[in-house]
């Protein structure tokens, strides 16, 4: 083999070997993810918060949570704020608040109420606005109006230029007559008003697939809730994150390939105190890989 051939040849191997060598790094990159940023969801710390809410949140941002979701509270969802306030004071401690739980029930049929509600929204810049709770319906056509009702507000949320969602609990996981009222909402929403978030606890607490969901759903889902929980008494009970049933590397590789794209913690029982459990759940969330 002449030099000529010989470096040619070499160049290739080490060309090769490096191509190689990225490749691996590349497949542990995409083997190893991250969720980043992830945020928390305020109702956590519904016993803390209205007495300081600023003091609350700065807590809570140098905790690692970089974006907030939050519910009407006392003062309503910005906390006695103005949404310019709120916004100043969230950029200052480097937060979005990208979405707020609101009250649905009460305003849904109030068009001012609900006016009032998205204006709010939207001047303190979120981006959604969501429905927290309905409650089991014992009848088809009672979700059927709850479909209708949630087209019609989604419609109007919708105009403002925000997304409007539903977020489940483990009651529309659980069969009526053999089928499911989530997947009922969701084939009889329109897309273009209504999307959802998954709570990751309440769907595994009703025994459902929460991988098998997303791959038949997973569109329709753009936030979600990371909560964990175990079963004394025949009940379920929230613990620190990884520390109770919900199996969440599987969970969140399965939400991360849907079209899920804001990752909340959300924690509503503690084993000490509500400020310590979410401490230890943005250090899990730091460490977790994917």
């Given at each position: 083999?002449?030099?000529?051939?010989?470096?040619?040849?070499?160049g290739?191997l080490?060309?090769?070997?490096?191509?190689?060598?990225?490749?691996?790094?590349?497949?542990?990159v995409?083997?190893?993810?991250?969720?980043?940023?992830?945020?928390?969801?305020l109702?956590?710390?519904?016993?803390?918060?209205?007495?300081?809410?600023?003091?609350v949140?700065?807590q809570?941002?140098?905790?690692?949570?970089?974006?907030?979701?939050?519910?009407?509270?006392?003062?309503?969802?910005?906390?006695?704020l103005?949404?310019k306030?709120m916004?100043?004071?969230?950029?200052d401690?480097?937060?979005?608040m990208?979405s707020?739980?609101?009250?649905?029930?009460?305003?849904?049929?109030?068009?001012?109420?609900?006016?009032?509600?998205?204006?709010?929204?939207?001047?303190?810049?979120?981006?959604?606005?969501l429905?927290?709770?309905?409650?089991?319906?014992?009848?088809?056509?009672?979700?059927?109006?709850i479909?209708?009702?949630?087209?019609?507000?989604?419609?109007?949320?919708?105009?403002?230029?925000?997304?409007?969602?539903?977020?489940n609990?483990?009651?529309s996981?659980?069969?009526?007559?053999?089928?499911?009222?989530?997947?009922?909402?969701?084939?009889?929403?329109?897309?273009?008003?209504?999307?959802?978030?998954?709570?990751?606890?309440?769907?595994?607490?009703?025994?459902?697939?929460?991988?098998?969901?997303?791959q038949?759903?997973?569109?329709?889902?753009?936030?979600?809730?990371?909560?964990?929980?175990t079963?004394?008494?025949?009940?379920?009970?929230?613990?620190?994150l990884?520390?109770?049933?919900v199996?969440?590397?599987?969970?969140?590789?399965a939400?991360?390939?849907?079209?899920?794209?804001?990752?909340?913690?959300?924690?509503?029982?503690?084993?000490?105190?509500?400020?310590?459990?979410?401490?230890?759940?943005?250090?899990?969330?730091?460490?977790?890989?994917?």
């Amino acid at each position: 083999m002449n030099r000529r051939n010989f470096v040619k040849q070499t160049g290739l191997l080490t060309a090769g070997a490096m191509a190689l060598s990225h490749t691996n790094l590349m497949a542990h990159v995409l083997n190893s993810r991250s969720i980043n940023p992830f945020g928390v969801q305020l109702y956590s710390v519904r016993d803390v918060l209205p007495k300081d809410p600023k003091m609350v949140m700065r807590q809570l941002a140098k905790m690692g949570y970089r974006q907030f979701e939050s519910y009407s509270g006392p003062e309503g969802f910005l906390w006695g704020l103005s949404p310019k306030e709120m916004r100043s004071f969230l950029n200052d401690i480097g937060v979005n608040m990208v979405s707020t739980h609101f009250n649905y029930m009460e305003v849904a049929n109030k068009p001012d109420k609900l006016k009032k509600n998205i204006e709010m929204a939207q001047e303190a810049g979120l981006k959604y606005l969501l429905c927290p709770y309905i409650g089991a319906q014992k009848t088809w056509d009672d979700w059927k109006r709850i479909a209708e009702q949630l087209n019609k507000v989604g419609e109007q949320v919708n105009e403002s230029g925000l997304k409007f969602g539903y977020h489940n609990h483990d009651y529309s996981f659980k069969p009526l007559e053999g089928e499911l009222p989530q997947d009922y909402l969701i084939e009889n929403t329109d897309p273009e008003f209504v999307m959802f978030e998954l709570d990751l606890c309440w769907i595994d607490v009703a025994g459902v697939d929460t991988a098998l969901h997303l791959q038949k759903y997973g569109n329709r889902y753009e936030l979600c809730h990371i909560k964990d929980y175990t079963i004394i008494n025949g009940k379920p009970h929230q613990n620190d994150l990884g520390q109770g049933n919900v199996d969440i590397k599987k969970t969140l590789k399965a939400a991360l390939e849907s079209n899920i794209r804001y990752f909340i913690v959300e924690q509503e029982e503690y084993p000490k105190t509500s400020l310590e459990s979410l401490a230890y759940d943005a250090t899990y969330m730091k460490e977790l890989q994917l």
